[in-house]
């Protein structure tokens, strides 16, 4: 198999959807019983009538709770060092919000994570225009990506493991890409409350696939402040530099002697206002690292994240060859998290495993080409401590 920005308002008009909610946040929610059978709620009503689910599973001392409008990971919570738990993620408490103004909160994205440049991309000699939705980039799969459509979900229990398949088929054209594609995605969470997401794809024309979660994390708590003083590692050596538009230049750079280096762990908020040419056009970090390894056969740590707050480790493994590190730097103070507070810039951070961005238009970079008679498969693991 060949395999291998962010907008705030995520073009909820191009879903042609509103909504109304149902149910309280998250701290009073329903929760599943450790290691049992993941519970459904009724979350909200979409415009067109279609009922949003919400599913609470807890093992291992995680509780998840994941909806089926975008397979949301609407909260997620761990203990500190004390054992007090908290919702490390950002999210809203209604479908109304996930609708009208989400900026991918704990979304699954596809067909394709990040960018394509100028939504164009040529394979086997055709070429292709997508939805574009980022300026004259398409981002995240287009204006009605695999974030704006309710996924089938079906739970299960598997000895000690518990979790939900979440099912959708993208139809040849959608969003302008080839190929009627199956996707499957699994969460599952272990005995240990490790967190893994399988993706499985297949499609019966040649097309690209890029999926990827796009959960924010705040290891003191979601709406608890900046995330400037977490501490992060990321194995890799080099990076991949962007033009204005935030579309990768095709250059591989080194990240030694720059504010892009954390091949040893240091506080985000170290270096982030260095006054570096790439961090001043994203405003911040929002950057695709070239992890050292590569494309990897299983999954393979590639980075911690550390709150030395409450104490709070969250550890990635990853068999994908990069992973984009956004500092949340288009939060504006405009929206309102399940928590009741506001989320102002660089209150959360993405750690999205991917493909290279743009890779398509980059013969240099990991091919993210699918053909009929193969399967797209990908692993991520989150791993909690404190």
């Not at 292709?128 to 695999?146: I, P, R």
């Amino acid at each position: 198999m060949e395999l291998n920005r962010r907008t705030v308002i995520a073009g909820a008009a191009s879903a042609g959807l509103a909504a109304t909610a149902y149910g309280a946040g998250s701290a009073s929610a329903a929760t599943g019983s450790p290691g049992g059978r993941p519970v459904r709620e009724h979350f909200g009503t979409l415009a067109d009538g279609t009922r949003v689910y919400r599913w609470s599973l807890e093992n291992g001392g995680t509780r998840l709770k994941v909806l089926s409008y975008g397979g949301v990971v609407q909260s997620l919570e761990i203990p500190d060092r004390h054992g007090r738990y908290a919702n490390v993620v950002a999210g809203f408490d209604d479908i109304a919000d996930y609708v009208a103004k989400s900026p991918y909160f704990g979304a699954l994205i596809g067909r394709y994570g990040n960018r394509i440049g100028k939504g164009r991309f040529t394979l086997d000699g055709k070429a292709y225009q997508l939805s574009v939705n980022d300026g004259v980039n398409s981002l995240h799969g287009g204006a009605k990506g695999f974030d704006k459509h309710v996924w089938d979900v079906e739970p299960f229990t598997r000895g000690s493991d518990v979790g939900l398949h979440l099912h959708y088929t993208s139809v040849d054209g959608e969003m302008g890409y080839p190929g009627t594609l199956r996707t499957k995605v699994t969460y599952t969470l272990g005995r240990h409350g490790e967190w893994r997401v399988d993706y499985e794809a297949t499609t019966d024309k040649a097309t690209v696939v890029n999926l990827t979660s796009h959960v924010y994390w705040n290891l003191a708590g979601e709406g608890s402040g900046t995330i400037e003083d977490h501490e992060l590692s990321i194995a890799a050596a080099r990076y991949t530099p962007t033009d204005p538009g935030l579309i990768p230049t095709g250059e591989l750079a080194r990240v030694a002697g720059t504010p892009f280096d954390f091949r040893h762990a240091k506080p985000i908020g170290r270096d982030i206002r260095a006054g570096h040419e790439q961090q001043v056009q994203a405003k911040g970090y929002d950057h695709n690292w070239a992890l050292d390894k590569g494309v990897t056969a299983k999954p393979e740590h590639i980075a911690t994240l550390r709150d030395p707050r409450s104490g709070r480790t969250l550890r990635i493994a990853t068999d994908q060859p990069g992973l984009q590190f956004y500092s949340g730097n288009f939060l504006d103070g405009t929206l309102t998290g399940t928590g009741g507070r506001t989320y102002r810039q660089g209150d959360a951070l993405c750690l999205e495993t991917q493909h290279f961005p743009d890779s398509p238009n980059h013969a240099n970079f990991p091919s993210t080409v699918l053909r009929p008679g193969r399967t797209y498969r990908t692993t991520t693991i989150h791993t909690f401590g404190a």
